[in-house]
């Protein structure tokens, strides 16, 4: 997909995470119950223990008509702020989304950007890299990537590949040609964090927002995920024998994520674990985080100078005519 024109869990309380009481009134559409985005946040300095982040949360709809309302509703409203983000033009917004196969990246970036106009969007899927950017530095095929001011980017996979899979494969380390004395285990990790980290204090200090998702999969969800892709031959492409290969090296991965996310989630571009099993809550709160992101940078529309407004009339008089 590409658009271009251009535990005691969270912080203790998780147990009690509850949504609002559904009582629609009469004759009128049942209103969005509350999602509080805070307890999805990885903290700055917090030490991540996945096993006491859950893959699933009581939703907050009632039915899947009810769940299409809520995201419909915010979808329209992403839409009306990312129209005042493109007239703005002062801030760019970053998105980052990452997980284990199946959790439903590409689902959740399709529903809820699905009612931004494409002139103000556009989505980048990493891969493996080609062999023109494993000749640069780690940043640098995303940095070419990164949005414009006044424009939405997601990233489906990103730079934290990089400290994921790669760190799960040190193969891959090994092939990027990067010089001997610098392949040390001990502190290859940490130096790229602070790699990480001095990127984004970059962007954030030049108007961008970043906004990190990790959508948390249970490992029975994503076996479950993966037998529907066997036995649907239209998912069948979606699958292949990596996946299994992958999956094998669970542990290994969630050790990855637990470091990545304690050592990279900041308050200027935090880390959001969105419980991942229940795949229509979490389009809800994913969406609910990128509204509440929006609204933080209280944009409003240009206001025309004065000799704006006179020559705005001038005009206006004579198409009158």
């Not at 969005?32 to 700055?44: A, G």
């Not at 939703?59 to 329209?76: D, N, V």
């Not at 998912?235 to 637990?258: C, G, H, T, V």
Request: a positive charge; proline letters at 6%; aromatic letters at 10%.
């Amino acid at each position: 997909m590409f658009f271009k024109a251009t535990g005691i869990g969270f912080h203790g309380n998780i147990g009690k995470m509850e949504c609002l009481p559904y009582v629609p009134a009469r004759n009128q559409l049942p209103q969005p119950m509350k999602i509080d985005p805070d307890e999805f946040r990885v903290r700055p300095d917090e030490k991540v223990k996945l096993k006491k982040w859950p893959t699933r949360v009581k939703p907050c709809y009632k039915s899947k008509e009810h769940c299409q309302q809520i995201l419909a509703e915010h979808t329209g409203k992403l839409n009306e702020r990312q129209s005042l983000l493109y007239a703005n033009h002062r801030h760019a917004l970053l998105l980052i989304f990452q997980a284990m196969d199946a959790a439903g990246k590409d689902g959740a970036i399709k529903h809820v950007m699905s009612g931004i106009n494409p002139q103000g969007c556009e989505v980048f899927s990493f891969k493996q890299p080609s062999a023109e950017e494993l000749e640069h530095d780690f940043l640098w095929r995303t940095t070419r990537c990164l949005p414009e001011r006044g424009r939405i980017g997601i990233f489906n996979r990103s730079y934290y590949e990089e400290v994921l899979i790669v760190r799960v494969h040190p193969e891959i380390l090994h092939a990027q040609g990067i010089p001997e004395e610098l392949l040390d285990g001990k502190t290859i990790w940490q130096e790229r964090y602070r790699s990480i980290l001095d990127l984004e204090k970059h962007l954030h200090r030049n108007g961008t927002r970043i906004v990190k998702f990790f959508l948390h999969l249970s490992r029975e969800e994503q076996r479950k995920r993966f037998l529907e892709r066997i036995d649907d031959p239209r998912k069948n492409w979606k699958f292949s024998q990596s996946d299994i290969e992958e999956r094998n090296l669970w542990p290994d991965y969630m050790k990855a994520y637990e470091d990545c996310l304690s050592a990279t989630s900041t308050r200027h571009a935090p880390w959001y674990v969105v419980p991942a099993d229940d795949k229509e809550n979490a389009r809800l709160i994913i969406s609910q985080i990128i509204l509440d992101t929006l609204k933080s940078l209280k944009l409003s529309y240009p206001e025309p100078t004065r000799a704006r407004r006179r020559e705005l009339q001038a005009i206006r008089k004579q198409l009158a005519r």
